[in-house]
Nanobody, 115 residues
Framework: QVQFVESGGGTVQPGGSLRLSCAVS????????VGWYRQAPGKQRELVAA???????TYVDSVKGRFTISRDNAKNTVYLQMNSLKPEDTAVYYC?????????WGQGTQVTVSS
């Protein structure tokens, strides 16, 4: 069973920054593909950013140049640095890890961008 501890969400003004963290249990972390998803009220969950075990990354177009995904395999942790936040970034953000055919989800953390 994979367990998660997500942190870093909160309320920030437009143009501000937040860094989300997701600590993952277990010894297989370095082999996981990791990602951040988000779900806004009334919308489907969407992929925000992902990083393969080899380090390649992908981002949804709306966050390119503003968000950066990273990982620290020594700490079993994946991060999402979010800069220049916009009101449309408001959502619950979920950490996700994939191992083979198995996909695991964190509990989610709320990010609200509002003046």
């Amino acid at each position: 069973q994979v367990q998660f501890v997500e942190s870093g969400g909160g309320t920030v003004q437009p143009g501000g920054s937040l860094r989300l963290s997701c600590a993952v249990s277990g010894s297989r972390f370095s082999g996981y593909s990791v990602g951040w998803y988000r779900q806004a009220p009334g919308k489907q969950r969407e992929l925000v950013a992902a990083m393969a075990s080899g380090g390649s990354t992908t981002y949804v177009d709306s966050v390119k140049g503003r968000f950066t995904i990273s990982r620290d395999n020594a700490k079993n942790t994946v991060y999402l640095q979010m800069n220049s936040l916009k009101p449309e970034d408001t959502a619950v953000y979920y950490c996700n890890v994939v191992w083979g055919w198995s996909s695991y989800w964190g509990q989610g953390t709320q990010v609200t961008v509002s003046s």
